[in-house]
């Protein structure tokens, strides 16, 4: 059993830079796939996934935000972050943290989110 929680949303305004990170219990942080996701407002049936690091630090992005968001481990805190710069009016979302043993498209864990807000 994994429990994720994000902290680090707020409001921000376009090219501005966050950090959100995402506390993980367990024992075994390190051999999970760690993602990002988001679900824009009025998108409840798309939640995309920004990001995802393999456990040896791998990464995969979006093309809607490469080059501008960096996904980033740290396996001796059981902490995952997503260091987001530039960012713009459609990056407004609730931003959630996951986790699986495995890469999937629909990770096993799940954090209950942190509101990023454009206020531009």
């Known amino acids: 059993q994994v429990q994720l929680v994000e902290s680090g949303g707020g409001l921000v305004q376009a090219g501005d830079s966050l950090r959100l990170s995402c506390a993980a219990s367990?024992?075994?942080?390190?051999?999970?796939?760690m993602y990002w996701f988001r679900q824009a407002p009025g998108k409840e049936r798309e939640r995309e996934c920004v990001?995802?690091?393999?456990?040896?630090?791998?990464?995969r992005y979006a093309d809607s935000v490469k080059g501008r968001f960096t996904i980033s481990r740290d396996n001796a805190k059981n902490t995952l972050y997503l260091q987001m710069n530039s960012l713009k009016p459609e990056d407004t979302a609730v931003y959630y943290c996951?986790?699986?043993?495995?890469?999937?498209?629909?990770?096993?864990?799940w954090g209950k989110g942190t509101l990023v807000t454009d206020s531009s």
């Open positions: 996951a986790a699986d043993p495995s890469s999937v498209t629909t990770p096993k864990y």
């Open positions: 367990g024992r075994t942080f390190s051999s999970y796939v």
């Open positions: 990001a995802r690091i393999w456990g040896g630090g791998n990464t």
